[in-house]
């Protein structure tokens, strides 16, 4: 069973950085395309990062050059470095893979960023 569980959201200030995780389990992380999405309130969620089996990686415009994404597959751990946060980042963020025919979804963690 896949599941994923992802921490490190929190209050910052605007100019601040965060550090997002999340655990994997069920699946080899290290050959899965993994993504981190993230829904602002009253908004629909969006794809904020993306990284490749072969570790390439996309951002959207938003995020880019601010926001870093990266795994580590001894751990199974999927990151997201934010630096440079902005209040319109304020959102529940979201690991997120396409394994087995299904999109799985972690429950979110929480980011708000204070201006």
């Known amino acids: 069973q896949v599941q994923l569980v992802e921490s490190g959201g929190g209050l910052v200030q605007a100019g601040g950085s965060l550090r997002l995780s999340c655990a994997a389990s069920?699946?080899?992380?290290?050959?899965?395309?993994m993504h981190w999405f993230r829904q602002a309130p009253g908004k629909q969620r969006d794809l904020v990062a993306t990284?490749?089996?072969?570790?390439?990686?996309n951002y959207a415009d938003s995020v880019k050059g601010r926001f870093t994404i990266s795994r580590d597959n001894a751990k199974n751990a999927l990151y997201l470095q934010m630096d440079s946060l902005k209040p319109e980042d304020t959102a529940v963020y979201y690991c997120?893979?396409?394994?087995?025919?299904?999109?799985?979804w972690g429950k979110g963690t929480l980011v708000t960023v204070s201006s």
């Open positions: 997120s893979v396409y394994v087995y025919g299904t999109r799985y």
């Open positions: 069920g699946i080899a992380a290290s050959i899965t395309t």
């Open positions: 990284i490749l089996s072969g570790g390439s990686t």
